[in-house]
Nanobody, 125 residues
Framework: EVQLVESGGGLVQAGGSLRLSCAAS????????IGWFRQVPGKEREGVSC????????YYADSVKGRFTISSDRAKNTVYLQMKRLKPEDTAVYYC??????????????????WGKGTLVTVSS
């Protein structure tokens, strides 16, 4: 069974940092792109970042570029999202998702195959 389990969310003051983790199991890690998405009630889900084994670099939304960093630990089948200089507008439920494919651009275009349940990040002003 394919599983994605997020952790690391919580309450943090503006300007602070959090690191989210996405533990993946049930599939070959290198055959998938792993992305982070976020959603606020009443708004569309937003792609935040993505990483794959084939891409030279990672994808970042303009709203988080320079503040967030995505990374992976292949031995642990885990993807991380290091979030720094957090802003109140970063408040959202953050979801980890996996899509079968070699490149983030392709996977993001066709859609993700598996989703975690999400972890809440709340940034206070």
């Amino acid at each position: 069974e394919v599983q994605l389990v997020e952790s690391g969310g919580g309450l943090v003051q503006a300007g602070g940092s959090l690191r989210l983790s996405c533990a993946a199991s049930g599939f070959t890690f290198d055959d998938y792109a792993i992305g982070w998405f976020r959603q606020v009630p009443g708004k569309e889900r937003e792609g935040v970042s993505c990483i794959s084994s084939r891409d030279r670099g990672a994808y970042y939304a303009d709203s988080v570029k320079g503040r967030f960093t995505i990374s992976s630990d292949r031995a642990k089948n885990t993807v991380y999202l290091q979030m720094k200089r957090l802003k109140p507008e970063d408040t959202a439920v953050y979801y980890c998702a996996a899509g079968q494919g070699l490149y983030c651009a392709n996977v993001l275009y066709v859609g993700m195959d598996y989703w975690g349940k999400g972890t809440l990040v709340t940034v206070s002003s």
